[in-house]
């Protein structure tokens, strides 16, 4: 693309902000549109950003990718690939389109989160519009850094509310050379167990999840390490394609639980016994995700999930109260301070993190 | 307001022996790690409990008093420098480890507890905690959380940020904060992200609960001599563009080696301009593979030896003289002052040689060590405070080097922290609308900037006045010149 087609796209992008800051008129932010669904209500006239898109900086040797927001994820997985590296923590996409920006934003992270990281822990650095029409950069494309605090790690799950996130800088990572998956019939109290004894010895765990009375555990890294977990572990070795799609439907949120109408998501600790709730999960992040579907009550979930020390996050349904579980007041308030300060004219995707932020 | 209106506020609220006025049970807290820069508090406050960190915290924003919090005063950049109308408040009796669950893989700890203590507390159950600063002995884990420190394992293990789980912790108005979780996640905006690093600039504290890992079972350490520094930086860029993450990727040049193996007897190369230690750890069939490809790969790219460690005893002698680079530094040169820039790894035999014409120039020497597969460069620059000039062409030295990191795409600190040191280079990475958002969350956590003031974002007449000072390159018009 030519720099001053870039120039072009950019500079209005600058002037839509500009003027929808003056006339207090609130943006939707949007990539591709595949996460409409997640979070609270939509609000304010589209802003479309894919357009601004394209991979700025690649080097393998560097372990880092710099793209901007627009880039679709399946570009810049597949220009990843090439070089045999991948983004460890295993975004979800839900669509073809989804775009860098929104995974950012939005900061999930597929089944390998609890072995490798989260999204947030593999943001190097950002650029971002803010609601002033400034352009900012924070981070880098470097492995360590502390200059200043630590702004690009704030914005990833920040849902757009702070401003528009133009670039993104990614640690990446080589693909594990072995990868074997391996199922197992357990119940799921005695899968969530297992799941946490395996993961306090030195074995090379990038997925644990639970289904129906079995268990799939997923070994990545050296070949002589995956072959000795295998043996230690037992169970029965599922075929590649098999495995493959099975954790691909996990992480994209394609397994079929995700059919259902109503779908609540609680995050717990790995370690929490089964919860108190109709129905039988669908058990991820070696017991840190429990999904459930079905139309449950939000405040019993809520007190579930919070007695097991974790959230509950309606996924998708009716949750007249929300879908995010309740921040601490003291916690909210801090959200609304950041929101004044980085967009004062209040355009950028209101309500859709917190209710009036 | 005068000290004595202070301490009798905060007799009022802790017991007596939790606050020091007299000037000698002050003085030890008159700087940290970074020892150029020294400032005596009016009072120091040294709480044992969550609640009296509250109380102090109360005072001060009532009485308007600037608070700046401690930990273990190990910090090199001078982030806990006290304030001289303000309060030092230290976390040292905050130093119990409250619970372990090994199967959860967590510690719940004090932020006085030191860094090392985890992993020692841990290492029942197999567990450690994975960053390593260099002072990981003395450091504690709340500087630790304030500083986001790294360590040499960063590369496969994380920094600080990817090793806290959650924090407890209150505002300067004793508004208390739960942030982060045990879970995989949390909602609302990652604030526990952005008080990780924050270098007590929003709020203090009280607990941290990280995440424990497995030890591995067998570590191995390959030794590795290059003829010059750019072969070297080649080879890591290698190791790295072979698919291979070593557990650490560390270099050390000449000079380095020199001056620690005198008195460490680690075994190094004195003939090489450069030597690498690429760690490889894992099961022992994984290590064994991997040794062999990291081995097959550094030959490959000119290593003049090579040498494996057979043994742990061996592994730990390797790593002996890398881990007293600084205290050697202290043996040959009478004061040293310690960079931690950070740039792409490619740019390491541009930057080694820079300061290689930089030593001349100043005419002050520099020994590097680096931590390679960070891309993350600690060059010591040697110097004597008694000379006159000799610490000024130091700073300036110190900070050219900086500028060159962030010119070639990379920061002016790497896992230090920016405290009072780095000030000035701030101005030269961000832009005014940038250090103008670091104000904004200041503000918002702290509006009435009492929490550690003066460190982190420089002042808008600092930077116009340092911008003065510096012309293009960071060569300055007349560099025999002092300029403080």
Not at chain 2, 107 to 127: F, W
Request: with cysteine; aromatic share 6%.
């Amino acid at each position: 693309m030519a720099a001053s087609a870039d120039d072009a796209i950019l500079a209005e992008l600058c002037e839509r902000v500009r003027a929808a800051a003056q006339l207090r008129s609130p943006l939707r932010l949007r990539g591709s549109g595949s996460k409409d669904f997640y979070g609270e209500a939509l609000a304010g006239a589209v802003l479309e950003l894919a357009a601004w898109r394209g991979i700025v900086d690649y080097e393998p040797s560097e372990l880092v990718v710099t793209a901007r927001s627009g880039t679709p994820l399946a570009e810049l997985e597949g220009a990843l690939a090439e070089r045999d590296q991948f983004l460890a923590f295993e975004p979800p996409a839900f669509g073809p389109a989804t775009t860098l920006g929104g995974v950012i934003a939005a900061g999930l992270s597929g089944p390998r989160r609890m072995y490798a990281g989260a999204a947030r822990d593999f943001v190097l650095g950002t650029r971002l519009l803010t609601g002033s029409g400034e352009r900012l950069r924070f981070g880098g494309q470097v492995m360590k850094n502390v200059a200043g605090f630590d702004l690009s790690r704030l914005l990833c799950g920040s849902l757009g509310i702070l401003g528009i996130i133009t670039e993104v800088s990614l640690k990446v990572l080589p693909r594990p050379r072995a990868e074997a998956t391996l199922r197992l019939e357990l119940s799921a109290p005695a899968a969530v167990a297992a799941f946490n004894q395996w993961a306090a010895q030195p074995l090379p765990l990038s997925a644990a999840a639970w289904w129906q009375a079995q268990a799939w555990v997923r070994l990545s890294g050296a070949e002589p390490a995956v072959r000795t977990a295998r043996e230690q572990l037992g169970g029965e070795l599922v075929e590649a394609s098999c495995a493959h799609e099975w954790w691909e439907a996990l992480r994209h949120c394609r397994h079929r639980l995700f059919s259902q109408p109503d779908i609540w998501r609680l995050s717990v600790p790995a370690t929490a016994p089964p919860l108190a709730l109709p129905g039988e999960p669908l058990i991820d992040w070696g017991g840190a995700v429990r999904w459930y579907a079905a139309s449950l009550d939000a405040t019993a979930v809520r007190a579930s999930a919070a007695a097991a020390g974790g959230t509950a996050l309606c996924w998708r349904g009716s949750a007249p109260q929300g879908r995010f579980h309740p921040l601490a007041p003291s916690v909210a308030e801090l959200h609304r301070r950041l929101k004044v300060r980085f967009d004062p004219a209040g355009i950028f995707n209101p309500g859709r993190l917190l209710p009036g932020v | 307001m005068d000290g004595v209106a202070i301490a009798t506020a905060l007799r009022a609220v802790l017991p007596e022996d939790c606050v020091l006025t007299r000037e000698e049970e002050r003085r030890p807290y008159e700087c940290d790690g970074l020892t150029a820069f020294r400032r005596l508090p009016q009072l120091v406050a040294l709480p044992r409990t969550e609640e009296q960190v509250r109380q102090v915290l109360l005072t001060c924003n009532r009485l308007g008093v600037p608070l700046v919090a401690r930990g273990s005063g190990t910090g090199l950049s001078g982030g806990a420098t006290p304030h001289e109308q303000g309060v030092l408040l230290s976390c040292a009796r905050m130093n119990r480890i409250l619970d372990i669950d090994p199967l959860a893989r967590v510690a719940r700890v004090e932020p006085g507890v030191a860094n090392l203590r985890i992993s020692d507390a841990a290492a029942a159950y197999g567990l450690y905690y994975a960053p390593d600063p260099s002072s990981q002995v003395a450091c504690s884990i709340g500087g630790n959380v304030a500083e986001n420190s790294g360590g040499v394992h960063c590369l496969k293990y994380g920094l600080t940020v990817h090793n806290v789980l959650a924090v407890r912790g209150y505002t300067i108005a004793g508004e208390r904060l739960e942030l982060g979780s045990r879970a995989g996640d949390a909602p609302g905006l990652d604030l526990l992200a952005l008080t990780i690093g924050s270098e007590g600039l929003l709020m203090i504290v009280t607990e941290v609960t990280v995440k424990l890992i497995p030890r591995p079972p067998c570590a191995r350490l390959v030794m590795a001599s290059f003829a010059d520094v750019h072969s070297a930086g080649d080879a890591v860029a290698a190791v790295i563009g072979a698919g291979i993450i070593p557990a650490a990727l560390e270099m050390m040049d000449r000079k380095a080696t020199a001056a620690v193996e005198p008195f460490v007897h680690a075994g190094y190369d004195l003939s090489a301009a450069a030597i690498l230690l690429v760690e490889s750890d894992g099961t022992p069939e994984e290590v064994v593979e991997q040794v062999a490809e990291i081995e097959c790969v550094l030959k490959a790219c000119g290593a003049m030896s090579l040498r494996v460690s057979g043994s742990e005893a061996e592994r730990l002698r390797f790593w002996s003289g890398r881990k007293n680079a600084f205290p050697a530094a202290g043996r040959i040169s009478p004061d040293y002052y310690c960079m931690d820039g950070t740039l792409p790894r490619r740019h390491v035999g541009r930057v080694l040689e820079a300061i290689g014409e930089m030593e001349t120039r100043y005419a002050l020497g520099c020994m590097n060590v680096f931590h390679a597969g960070d891309g993350n460069l600690h060059p010591v620059i040697l110097f004597d405070a008694n000379e006159p000039g000799s610490w000024e062409r130091a700073d300036r030295f110190g900070a050219e080097i900086l500028e060159l990191c962030v010119e070639l795409g990379g920061t002016i600190t790497g896992e230090h922290g920016v405290g009072v040191e780095k000030l000035n280079s701030m101005c030269v990475q961000f832009s005014p609308a940038e250090r103008a958002a670091f104000a904004a969350v200041k503000e918002a956590f702290d509006p009435a900037g009492l929490l550690n003031p003066g460190k982190l974002i420089p002042t808008l007449a600092r930077c116009a006045e340092y911008g003065r000072m510096r012309v293009h390159h960071g060569q300055l018009a007349h560099p025999e010149l002092p300029r403080f």
